[in-house]
């Protein structure tokens, strides 16, 4: 399988970016959602709000690369059976995606550095808080990093369920070609 893309499919590194970053995303999901209702005296209470943090920081580096591999290689022609519609949507969807991931991480960053303190990555190093003490930071952010979170898991999972439409009624090879296979 070739690293770069092609016209007719995405490359290795695109493929394993893009389901890494789906793993990452619906994991820190749930993990998110999960360590908010811990108690004080749970062994995850510290350990979990840590690991979210540092998979999220690590989640912002591979999206950097990510946007850096758009630049270094086109991506795929449309599909020739996909109507002008179809082609809006997916690009509109795909954009909304980027956005959502970022917003997302963004937004939890500054939850994090709200009172000045940096961001540990696995306890090897620190993210420093650049922007902190604004006004009501924590809670707006938190509520942004909320709702985007939602707003991003349930729209991933509308785009999971077009891929699967397009792999299993109009049997073509939207997904086959996300998984590194389909015409060269
Ligand atoms: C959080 C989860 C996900 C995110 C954030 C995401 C994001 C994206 C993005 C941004 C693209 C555009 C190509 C690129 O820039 O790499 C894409 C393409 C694609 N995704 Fe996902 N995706 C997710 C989950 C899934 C799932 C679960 C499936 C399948 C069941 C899937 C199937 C595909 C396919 C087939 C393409 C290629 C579409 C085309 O060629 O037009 N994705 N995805």
């Known amino acids: 399988m070739q690293l770069l893309n092609s016209s007719n ?11 890494l970053v789906a793993l990452a995303v619906f994991s820190l999901f749930g993990l998110g959602l999960w360590m ?7 062994e995850w209470y510290r350990t979990a709000p840590s690991l979210h943090k540092s998979v999220g920081i690590v989640l912002f580096a591979v999206m950097l690369l990510r946007v850096l591999w758009r630049f270094l290689t086109a991506k795929p022609a449309p599909i020739s059976s ?12 795909h ?3 980027y956005l ?3 917003l997302v991480m963004i937004s939890g960053y500054l939850i994090s550095t709200a ?9 090897l190093f620190e993210i420093p808080a650049f922007i902190t003490g604004l006004p009501d930071q924590a809670d707006l952010a938190g509520a942004v990093h ?3 979170a939602w707003g991003l898991v349930v729209f991933a999972g509308l785009h999971g369920l ?15 070609r996300m998984l590194g296979c389909g015409p060269k």
């Open 36 to 42: 908010t209702d811990l108690t004080y005296y749970s």
């Open 100 to 102: 959502g991931i970022f």
């Open 9 to 19: 499919r995405y490359g290795l590194v695109s493929v394993v970016i893009h389901w």
């Open 115 to 123: 009172k000045g303190r940096g961001v540990s990555v696995f306890e």
């Open 162 to 176: 077009a891929a699967l439409k397009h792999h299993f009624i109009d049997r073509d090879s939207t997904l086959k």
């Open 146 to 148: 909320f709702y985007v």
């Open 82 to 93: 996909h109507s002008a519609t179809v082609r809006m949507l997916s690009s509109l969807g």
């Open 95 to 97: 954009g909304l995606l």
